[in-house]
């Protein structure tokens, strides 16, 4: 398990700090709007529609409210810390909403995928956080949770959904598609297992994940670093070359191979001064390592013990 708490844990942790940078910014919304949390992670696009307004632009720590409607773009992931006490990320192609009453937080997914990760030692008591499907509710307790909802290709048809522990508990139950409430007996789900529910089809016992398989679905919410410009790498490459070609030549010419363009110093290893600099062949006994070096030992100009 090191390997996915790696992640998780690095995921979890970067979120709170970037909160906690932000916890003096002032909200700009009106008073009766309330807060629910904060973008700490951004890669690609997003999009948030608030109140009767049309989607806007969702960005780096901007503010969420409770009622946003947060839908990410193609080869995209959101992180949002939610109150302090837990980290949502958000998949490409989703679409989730935040709701909250005085004691539960809930995070309604009507398509893509989402992982959630709660703090419950952040939790005060009574408090509770759900992750809501068209099909299904999951209760959470402390936990690092993903669900995943495929919406009907052809409308009618059924809605799936799939939750994935890897810590914690997680009480799922069906919910009703006309009321929209719980209905019928629900399951527990515990550290490493998934189960799934199509329609309001009662799910079957949940199935255990091997390791690779927690690794691989952990990995999936990763940020990823960074690729640098492809002319970066390119003079990165060419000073590389650079180098090993003078070092070449100053090898067949029996000397020693100084940095290309630096005449501050000379292949015996002294500046323009005459002073040692502790380069190859240059300094005395016991001096940074030059022509003595540790123990003393005397060396020519290709580094070769002369006292052997």
Not at 139 to 148: D, F, H, K, S, Y
């Amino acid at each position: 398990m090191r390997g996915i708490e790696t992640l998780l844990i690095t995921a979890l942790v970067s979120s709170m700090v970037m909160a906690a940078l932000s916890l003096g910014l002032p909200a700009p919304a009106p008073a009766q709007v309330v807060k629910a949390g904060i973008v700490t992670t951004l890669r690609g696009t997003a999009t948030v529609a608030r109140g009767t307004a049309d989607q806007a632009p969702l960005r780096f720590r901007d503010d969420v409210y409770v009622e946003d409607r947060i839908t990410t773009g193609d080869e995209s992931l959101a992180r949002i810390l939610l109150g302090g006490k837990a980290v949502v990320t958000v998949r490409e192609r989703s679409q989730l909403k935040i709701t909250e009453t005085a004691l539960t937080s809930t995070i309604g997914i009507t398509g893509g995928k989402i992982a959630l990760a709660v703090d419950k030692s952040r939790m005060k008591p009574g408090e509770s956080v759900e992750i809501r499907t068209p099909n299904a509710v999951a209760a959470i307790r402390g936990t690092i949770v993903m669900a995943e909802v495929e919406a009907p290709a052809v409308p009618g048809h059924d809605v799936a959904t799939r939750f994935t522990l890897l810590t914690g508990i997680v009480d799922v139950t069906l919910l009703d598609p006309s009321t929209g409430r719980a209905s019928g007996p629900g399951l527990t789900l515990k550290p490493m297992q998934t189960v799934g529910i199509t329609g309001s089809t009662p799910p079957s016992a949940p199935r255990s994940l091997s390791r690779a398989e927690a690794q691989a679905i952990a990995g999936g919410y990763a940020v990823p670093l960074k690729e640098p410009p492809t002319g970066a790498i390119s003079q990165v490459v060419d000073e590389h070359v650079r180098r090993v070609a003078h070092e070449e030549r100053a090898v067949a010419a029996g000397g020693a191979a100084d940095e290309p363009g630096d005449d501050s110093r000379t292949s015996g290893g002294r500046d323009k001064g005459g002073r040692d600099t502790g380069g190859i062949g240059g300094g005395s006994d016991g001096d940074r390592g030059g022509r003595g070096g540790p123990g003393g030992r005397d060396r020519d100009h290709r580094g070769r013990d002369r006292n052997r």
